[in-house]
């Protein structure tokens, strides 16, 4: 057997905007915090790709084995893989995955299985390709592969998805910040495999108050290079949990010497930043500390392990704020989990297509007793 597109097969991307497109022509998801992964059954071979092409079989072997128990003899599906902690999605247990011993592997695999959040089907299970077919049409032939196989399957379930603006509200109601943000996909084209002509993604906006506990200098000039950000947790130690460095060089050539006279140990007095790396130079990798005086708001799209995952951007200093205010609860997510969306969406799935087959049986039935009047007459 094989497959009618290759494993190097390129998965649609989004363009990120700054808000939901809306009209009939739109399909909305959740935007799901793990890793893109195309997932390819080709009777007893199992292959699960990146965005980028690379094979991510040997770190998520639970996954590989969730696939292989499905009845169906192949397909190509593509997803995102997450791993539920508790009652929330942690990225830091997928970057653990990225172990270079399988014993590693399989041990974090016995700890936290991982599970395949699939909204789009490539192939079929007769091997039929289906990304010339609209996202529509895709989305009504997935939904239908998911009633057929996916029931009772815990490690591979089907995203939810929707075309009223209303469901969204509801979403973002039931789960609150622990929805990462939602994708938008145009229901009347065929799958764009490489390109972001047919989807756009809209991030959950989060902000925080920090305490400006250090800056570094930048690689080049005298002026500040990032303002090092921390947070105090409920032993009033203060953190570093991460930077901010969205700013001009005319601001920065404001601020530099403003800083400079603030410089005070310790600044944080619990987490501190590191020292040079091999990628910094001895300037960017020194830091000052600073006295704890200055808050700025900043905003941030994940905070996971204590950090924030990426450099933050600024959005204003915040001289109304007590630097002993800005607390790690900020950062605390719901205790509501983006999979309570899950249920809903493989328990309306099932409903639509036990309809769809319904509506199918019947037509077949009225054809079928109106060609045997036709016969009699």
């Known amino acids: 057997m094989s497959l009618p597109i290759p494993r190097k097969y390129a998965p649609m991307e989004a363009l990120q905007v700054g808000e939901l ?32 092409g690379k094979p991510l079989g040997r770190y998520f072997p639970d996954i590989v084995e969730a696939l292989e128990a499905l009845e169906a003899p192949r397909f190509v599906l593509d997803g995102e893989i997450v791993i539920p902690v508790g009652k929330m999605l942690s990225f830091d247990e997928l970057l653990l995955r990225i172990h270079p011993a399988a014993s590693r592997v399989r041990t974090l695999a016995a700890e936290h299985p991982a599970m395949l959040i699939v909204f789009d089907l490539l192939v079929d299970d007769r091997g039929r390709s289906r990304v010339d077919e609209t996202l529509a049409e895709r989305r009504a032939a997935l939904e239908e592969f998911a009633t057929t196989y996916l029931a009772g399957a815990g490690s591979v379930r089907l995203s939810p998805a929707t075309t009223a603006e209303r469901t969204v509200k509801r979403w973002y109601a039931s789960v609150g910040s622990a929805l990462d943000g939602v994708i938008a996909k145009r229901r009347d084209l065929p799958y764009q495999t490489g390109e972001r002509t047919g989807m756009q993604k809209l991030k959950q906006k989060r902000t925080a108050d920090c305490v400006v506990g250090g800056f570094r200098y930048a690689s080049k000039g005298s002026l500040i290079g990032s303002l090092l950000l921390g947070l105090y947790d409920e032993e009033g130690l203060l953190n570093h949990v991460g930077f901010c460095s969205a700013l001009s060089a005319a601001e920065r050539a404001e601020l530099t010497p403003k800083l400079e006279a603030l410089v005070q140990e310790p600044g944080f007095t619990g987490q501190a930043p590191g020292g040079p790396s091999r990628w910094s130079t001895a300037r960017t990798g020194e830091w000052k500390p600073l006295a704890t005086k200055l808050v700025v708001e900043v905003e941030y799209d994940h905070f996971t392990g204590g950090r924030f995952r990426h450099g933050t951007g600024f959005l204003r200093w915040r001289p109304d704020k007590a ?26 799935a099932t409903r639509r297509t036990v309809a769809s087959r319904e509506k199918l049986a019947l037509t077949k039935s009225r054809s079928g007793k109106a060609k045997k009047k036709q016969r009699r007459v």
Do not use: H, N
């Open 323 to 348: 630097p002993r205010q800005c607390t790690m609860k900020q950062v605390e997510r719901e205790s509501a989990s983006s999979l309570l969306l899950l249920g809903a969406a493989t328990r309306a």
């Open 21 to 52: 497109p809306i009209g009939s022509e739109w399909q909305y998801e959740p935007k799901w915090d793990g890793f893109r992964c195309v997932a390819f059954r080709d009777g007893d071979r199992v292959d699960l790709m990146s965005k980028s």
